[in-house]
């Protein structure tokens, strides 16, 4: 008998799918989603995603080892479709045997979820629009992640509470949707259960948990700040479209449109081409991130957040947050 029958109920395709007590996923995070934060995820219940990020296939490999190592319970790996090595990384999964992959930051390239579905991983899927949602399920995507613009890291354009009421109806019954972006307490996953999600993802909440191996000055940055200052940045030239990003407003955001400015200028002079400059920017995000998660360099560094960063109060243990959400999302269903 669960502690949470009523949440329980409302994720049960959802955690039947992951293989998880809870259907909470914790995102994946580049530099924080690593063994350590995804195997207490996992252990707690919810479930972990490693954030393979600009990972090499070698690394990537240690890592699921590692988390293997720490966890007997599902987790899953989060694979961003722009790598140059996907393919690669697709061989690593399919050699550790992970069971879940989530593609991220883009459409899928032809052949990966079949690569994927080959040897029999699920595949968690994003889509920004909801014919683009419908096809991606229709070609091989067994779960899908709707994110609001709310949410921490690079961004799209609508608001969670839209996209939910846009996606939920129109999918729900006949697919498996989880809600992720601005999610930080219990009564919100109630009401997004309710509309047919049948889990969420939450990013800010979990990067302070004691487990995260983030950097104290990072962590006291989230406990600092408000929603409203993790604002997202801003594309300085209409040639250079860049995906927007959603961090605490620090030097590091000024450092952007100075990198830009500088990335426009080669495009400028045809020393390089649009898929090197927007490669160029998503290795600097990569940069900046790793320079405040690991370095704690808070102000030259980027500190990716979600305007849920203003309920992240103090450094605590996975299982509490846990705990937490299930306790506040239960007690909502309960007073209905
Ligand atoms: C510090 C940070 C790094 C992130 N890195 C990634 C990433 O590498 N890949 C990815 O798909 N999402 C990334 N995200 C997004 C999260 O996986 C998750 O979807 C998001 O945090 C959910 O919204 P929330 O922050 O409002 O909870 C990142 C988010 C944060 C806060």
Known sequence: ????????????????????????????????????????????????????????????????????????????????????????????????????????????????????????????????????????????????????????????????????????????????VFVAGGIGRGEAIAGYLEMGAVGVQLGTRFACASESIAHPAFKKAFIRANARDAITSVQVDPRLPVIPVRALKNKGTEEFTAKQIEVARLLDSESIEMGEAQLQIEHFWAGALRKAVIDGDVENGSLMAGQSVGMVKQEEPVADIIRQLMDESEAALARR
Request: hydrophobic share 50%; with cysteine; net charge negative.
């Open 1 to 176: 008998m669960t502690a949470f029958p009523k949440t329980s109920a409302l994720m049960q395709r959802g955690s039947d799918f992951l293989g998880s007590e809870y259907a909470i996923l914790c995102g994946a995070m580049s530099w924080v989603s690593e063994r350590n934060l995804v195997s207490a995820i996992s252990n707690a219940g919810g479930f972990g995603v490693i954030a393979c990020g600009a990972m090499t296939p070698d690394l990537l490999d240690t890592e699921i080892a590692a988390t293997k190592a720490l966890t007997g319970r599902p987790f899953g790996v989060n694979l961003i479709t722009m790598h140059p090595a996907l393919f690669d990384l697709i061989d690593v999964c399919a050699k550790q045997g992970v069971t879940h992959v989530v593609l991220a930051g883009g459409i899928p390239p032809k052949g990966s979820v079949e690569a994927i579905k080959a040897f029999g991983a699920k595949v968690i899927v994003f889509a920004p629009t909801l014919a683009l949602a419908k096809k991606l399920l229709r070609s091989g995507g067994d779960a899908l992640v709707i994110e609001g613009m709310e949410a921490g890291g690079h961004i799209g354009p609508v608001s969670t509470s839209v996209l939910a009421q846009e996606f939920l109806p129109a999918l729900a019954d006949d697919h498996l």
